[in-house]
Each structure stands twice: as structure tokens, then as C-alpha cells.
């Protein structure tokens, strides 16, 4: 075999392979994100308890582990991490809605007396999403909402 013809078929190899590996590396794993955000607190009225809701539409090629949720006033100055997010017993409810996407719902029923205890003002909901894969998404201000009595 010829230089000139080894050298072509090592150059066209190496056209090929870098072409694959920039494919390979454009379609790989993504990590999850976080959609349509939104808080919304109800208070009690009459016989009826109160709600504090949180909704998102989590994505990741991987599909959708879980979302976890920590609602807090502004006023307190936190700065939840990641790991006290993931400690947190406040799981939101995830249905899938595609492969990639699920619809996930924080619900948390608050009844007159709890809701007298609460502080009044700004409130942030910070959310950790964890894929399938184990990606996770940290989220220190989702979204906020007004909680008033």
C-alpha cells in the first residue's frame, strides 16, 4: 500500500471519529430544568383550610426522580443549600407528561391557626429537582409569593 493512500485513509479517519465524537458530545445528557414556576398561598376562610401550592414542569432527558421543595419568608434571611433542600420531608407530587417532562405539585393545607402563625410578606420557595440520572437542578429562588391574612 502507498504513503499517499495510508495517509489519506488515517486523515479521512480522523475526519470521521472527531465528527462522531462532536455529535456524541452535542447530544449528551442535559441536566434537568425547572418551567412555568408558579406559588400561590390561599388562606382559610370559614370551615375551609388554607393551601400553599407550588407547580413546575420539571425536564431532563433522563426523565423526572423527584422535586423537592422549601417554602420560606423572605424576612428570615435564609440561604438554604442544596443538601438542607434535599433533607427537606417536603416532596412535591411529579406525573409525567412526556418522557422528558413531568408536572410536579407541592401542596401543603394550612388551617386557621397554623396560618395565624405564620409570617406575613414575601415568601420564596426554593426547589431541588433530581433526574433519573442523578443530575440534580438547585434552585434558591423558584419563585416567591404574598402571604397575607
Request: hydrophobic share 35%; proline share 5%; net charge negative.
Amino acid at each position: 500500500m502507498s504513503k499517499r493512500v495510508l495517509i489519506g485513509s488515517f486523515v479521512g479517519a480522523l475526519v470521521i471519529g472527531g465528527a462522531a465524537a462532536g455529535f456524541a458530545m452535542a447530544s449528551g445528557p442535559t441536566k434537568p430544568s425547572l418551567e412555568n414556576n408558579s406559588a400561590r398561598y390561599t388562606a382559610p376562610s370559614g370551615d375551609g383550610a388554607g393551601s400553599f401550592s407550588f407547580t413546575t414542569d420539571v425536564s431532563d432527558d433522563s426523565g423526572v426522580k423527584s422535586l423537592h421543595v422549601l417554602p420560606w419568608p423572605t424576612e428570615w434571611k435564609l440561604d438554604p443549600t442544596e443538601r438542607e433542600t434535599r433533607d427537606t420531608e417536603e416532596a412535591a407530587t411529579c406525573r409525567k407528561t412526556s418522557d422528558e417532562t413531568s408536572r410536579c405539585t407541592y401542596t401543603l393545607k394550612v388551617s386557621e391557626a397554623e396560618a395565624a402563625a405564620l409570617e406575613t410578606g414575601t415568601w420564596k420557595v426554593t426547589a431541588l429537582a433530581t433526574a433519573e440520572d442523578g443530575d440534580t437542578l438547585f434552585v434558591p429562588s423558584a419563585a416567591t409569593f404574598e402571604l397575607e391574612h
